[in-house]
């Protein structure tokens, strides 16, 4: 059982590239979620799903976007990156109780 | 106000020692609330969900103060594998900033 798999697990960025982090799980949950956490600082939501082909706002959401396609998958795209995305970006599914995380995406933007 | 709002710590104790963390809400119909542990660059994992009436596991208890809105975490008889952030989550899983806790010998 694999969880929440998040791809890459370490990335660097040039300045207004863009990526996209991959998350998928297979515990068949419809919520999923993504997270940036600055360094000693706790998690901020950035965009969040209730099932496939829904998603929202969390409390961050600016320069990022989001798809959900299918239950599985909730991969986040960065446009035109920024120092400022420099973070780690967590990946977490729930069924909604207990949420499970992905091991993160570190990312750099220089 | 913030939505979620955590004690800064950090909280540096012996091994031994009884350590409380609080956590307090602002939205009055919050229903659900956990504690998570966040060990150092790692994901965070569901330390325990926090029940109405309280509930205890092994050396960790968790208390909800609904009339004052806040959510609390006790750990008795600390070990230095306590060592961890502590993070407290309300609802749509909005958390907290964490607590760092530090248990030395």
């Known amino acids: 059982n694999a969880g929440v798999t998040q791809t890459p697990k370490f990335r660097i960025l040039k300045i207004g590239q863009s990526m996209t982090l991959q998350c998928t799980q297979d515990?068949?949950?419809?919520?999923m979620y993504w997270y940036r956490q600055d360094p000693g600082m706790g998690l901020k939501l950035i965009y969040y799903s209730v099932g496939a082909g829904i998603t929202d706002k969390g409390e961050v959401p600016n320069g990022y976007n989001v798809s959900r396609s299918t239950t599985e998958d909730f991969p986040l795209r960065l446009e035109l990156a920024a120092p400022s995305q420099t973070s780690v970006y967590f990946c977490?599914?729930?069924?909604?109780?207990?949420?499970?995380f992905g091991q993160g995406t570190r990312l750099t933007v220089v | 106000r913030k939505e979620v709002e955590q004690d800064p710590g950090p909280f540096n104790v012996p091994e031994g020692a009884t350590v409380a963390f609080n956590c307090t809400y602002s939205n009055s119909a919050s229903q659900s609330f956990f504690w998570y542990r966040q060990d150092c660059r790692k994901e965070p994992k569901l330390l325990m969900s926090?029940?109405?009436s309280g509930n205890e596991d092994g050396r960790f208890t968790a208390q909800l103060n609904r009339a004052s809105q806040y959510i609390s975490l006790l750990i008795r008889d600390s070990k230095l594998s306590d060592s961890a952030t502590y993070l407290c989550v309300v609802d749509d899983m909005r958390f907290g900033a964490g607590t760092r806790l530090t248990v030395k010998p």
């Open positions: 977490a599914s729930s069924y909604p109780t207990e949420a499970f």
């Open positions: 926090v029940y109405s």
């Open positions: 515990m068949n949950h419809n919520y």
